[in-house]
């Protein structure tokens, strides 16, 4: 951070220089709120800060003092020293100064157009610069909006910088990124959300163009920081794992898996109306929060689409990233697959039946297959995967009744439709039926067993018909048991 000297009577404004070296980045300069004197210009990088020509920038700023104040009295304006630096004193890559004059919020009670949330954990570096970045976008494109910092408890003056920058801070004791997003999305008082987080990674001035796409109708306006999608990141900006495993890995299995139309879900910056947020009823209060809004809003067919945006290098210093790789990534497969039965269950437990049917089916004749005789050991194999296979089904079932009866899951037509033809006393039925068939062919060769004295039996002969016995009985009982349970978690349902 730069402090130097600048023209009294600018105490009003802030302070917005276009730093041409850097392309899209910006210098955000304003004046310190206890030091009338001293102007803090925030965002430059280390690398940058050389580069910057303090005399030209202030010459210039002290120009436009100068010529503003003129026009609104009258009059001479008294300047300081910084006035009479040379033209050729003015540094070439500044191209911009303007001058905004500082306006105060006058009614946080009142619904407004677009509520802009930032999560908020120790981000001092940068939290100054993204709400500044905000409120540029709001006045040139004459947006009627506010900006809402949740704050997950900040002990490094961010609540304080958030204050004096205009923001509305509200106060999130439950800790996750989760957590801090719904406080912060429940107070916002607009009709449509934009949430980004405040490390200054995201350009807030791209704000416009997720506004357009929610004014279109879309519920669901997902950023995409990645070539597939259009999207640019800055060197430095995003790890190689992030960037070339991780991100496309799981934006495939989210496209294949819940058909959602996107190419970068772990992109925070995003804009949904506050109506999807109170539908979708999110449960996940950690990293997963993000993940869950695209999949549960897919899931109910909502309207989504995707905008490009630029990637910048995390602007902080005092910490890194909030986001662990290896933990992050777990985390975020495995709610894949709870939001997936499908996937974890059902498909898996498809594949393993139609292996052990057919199995049955070549074992129970005899059949030889490239030399190999398919005998008693295959039926074992066989009962074992139609066993596993018809319990990874039931599980399926199961978790996707409890899942929408949790609200975990919107509801599915297929699983209505299931409801209306199953019932408690027609799975016993069918159960029971399973678990007499194999009683009867336990009981057979029981029976045979008696006849030849107890005595040695003809192993191949006798494992054909004990395994099918046995496979029945405990496909019957455990449909007995899913068909109580199943009873259970669709009382609602009724």
């Known amino acids: 951070m730069l402090a130097v000297p600048v023209p009294e009577g600018i105490s009003r404004y802030l302070v917005l220089v276009e730093h041409e070296s850097t392309g899209n980045d910006w210098i955000i300069a304003r004046q310190m709120a206890r030091k009338d004197s001293e102007i803090e210009i925030f965002g430059q990088r280390q690398d940058q800060a050389k580069e910057i020509d303090v005399a030209g920038i202030f010459s210039e700023i002290t120009r436009q003092v100068i010529a503003a104040k003129k026009a609104e009295r009258g009059s001479a304006y008294s300047t300081s020293a910084a006035a009479n630096i040379s033209e050729s004193a003015q540094s070439k890559v500044v191209s911009n100064v303007r001058f905004v004059e500082r306006t105060e919020t006058t009614d946080q009670s009142a619904p407004c157009e677009l509520s802009i949330v930032m999560p908020c954990l120790n981000e001092a570096d940068t939290l100054a610069t993204c709400i500044q970045k905000a409120q540029l976008a709001f006045r040139e494109h004459q947006i009627d909006g506010e900006i809402v910092i949740a704050d997950n408890g900040s002990t490094d003056g961010s609540i304080e910088i958030a204050q004096r920058s205009g923001a509305r801070v509200v106060h999130v004791t439950e800790k996750g990124y989760g957590n801090a997003l719904m406080g912060g999305i429940s107070a916002a008082r607009g009709r449509f959300i934009i949430m980004g987080d405040a490390d200054d990674s995201y350009d807030f001035t791209e704000i416009p163009r997720f506004l357009d796409k929610l004014r279109e109708g879309n519920d669901l306006v997902q950023g995409c920081r990645l070539p597939a999608g259009e999207g640019k990141i800055k060197p430095g900006a995003m790890p190689f794992l992030h960037r070339w495993l991780g991100n496309p890995i799981f934006s495939f299995l989210v496209r294949k898996m819940f058909r959602a139309p996107i190419n970068d879900v772990y992109c925070g ?122 319990q990874a089904v039931l599980f399926a079932l199961l978790t996707k009744v409890f899942a929408i009866s949790e609200r975990l899951l919107p509801e599915d037509p297929r699983l209505n439709r299931f409801f209306k033809v199953f019932s408690l006393e027609l799975g016993l039925f069918c159960g029971g039926l399973s678990f007499v068939i194999g009683l009867a062919l336990l009981s057979a060769t029981i029976v045979h067993w008696w006849k030849v004295g107890f005595g040695p039996l003809d192993y191949a002969r006798t494992m054909r018909c004990v395994i099918p016995g046995m496979t029945f009985a405990a496909l019957g009982f455990q449909t007995i048991l899913f068909s109580f349970f199943t009873s259970i978690l669709g009382m609602r349902r009724k």
């Open 269 to 390: 910056f995003r804009g949904f109306t506050k109506q999807l947020f109170k539908n979708l009823e999110q449960q996940c209060v950690g990293m997963e929060f993000a993940t869950e809004m695209i999949i549960r809003s897919s899931l109910s067919a909502k309207k989504i689409v995707e905008v490009p945006i630029t990637l910048y290098p995390d602007g902080r210093k005092a910490h890194g990233p909030h986001l662990r790789t290896f933990r992050d990534g777990w985390r975020t497969l495995r709610f894949f697959m709870l939001y997936s039965p499908r996937w974890l269950y059902l498909v898996p437990g498809m594949v393993l039946m139609l292996l052990g049917l057919l199995g049955f089916t070549l074992a129970l004749p005899g059949y030889t297959i490239f030399g190999a005789k398919l005998d008693a050991h295959t039926l074992l194999f066989s009962s074992l995967f139609v066993l596993l296979g018809y």
